[in-house]
């Protein structure tokens, strides 16, 4: 199943894609797609569902993150070996593992919103994983249980935040508001068999920055959820950002940096496409 929330924001209802990637409606069997109706009980009620009986959202509504109000929004760093290359550090011997500020979650085609301050707007097309079942010190054979799913994500960064100002905490430059797209939508575990078999790209106004796979990950996913697993409790909900493959801004010679006006597009093997412009905040945003 494909898991869709449409709508204005913070007033996003529920949907599944039916097979002409139309939305049908799922608030009545559903409030909405936060951590305890992403488990398997829920998601399997919906899977016996006939969407021909569901109401068909008429339009083109906005989509907002496939996920409502996770607890955890985590990130791991440098998990691509030509990534960790490009920005001249050592592939790591263990996950490294950061924290992005749940509230900078937003919509797949939100503006990226460019924060006071900003010299180096960078993005990064990253598959994340949705958590649907409760996970402590748990086994890499065991990890696939405790998904819901999958989701193309842009870990938006701001690379002066990020390093410049004190690097060991790179939290400061991946947390400001519009950071986290996520979506389109929430693919579900049976849609993505083997989620280290996902090709991804990223465009910036046209112009191919980024190619990759998930198969040249360093970390798996398996190896991520049962990692995290061990060292905190992973919540139904929690979304995990998994890790960009090279073509950063960061990683260009000269370094070239996103702006105002600026077109975001990225994709993602069976997670859809995002695209997103770049804005400077002001007052209100």
Known sequence: MKLVRYGQPGKEKPGLLDEDGKIRDVSTIV???TGEYLGDKFLQKLARTRLSRLPLVRGRPRLGAPVARPINYIGIGLNYGDHAAEAGLPIPKEPIVFFKAAN??????????????SEKLDWEVELAIVIGARAHYISERAAFDHVAGYCLANDVSERSFQIDRGGSQWGKGKGAPSFGPLGPWLATRDEVPNPQRINLWLDVNGERRQTGSTKTMIFNVRKLVSYLSHFMVLEPGDVIVTGTPPGVGMGMKPPVWLKPGDIVTLGGEGLGEQRAEVIAWRRGL
């Open 31 to 33: 409030p909405d797609f």
């Open 104 to 117: 900078s979650i937003s919509g797949p085609h939100d503006p990226i919103i460019e924060p006071k301050g």
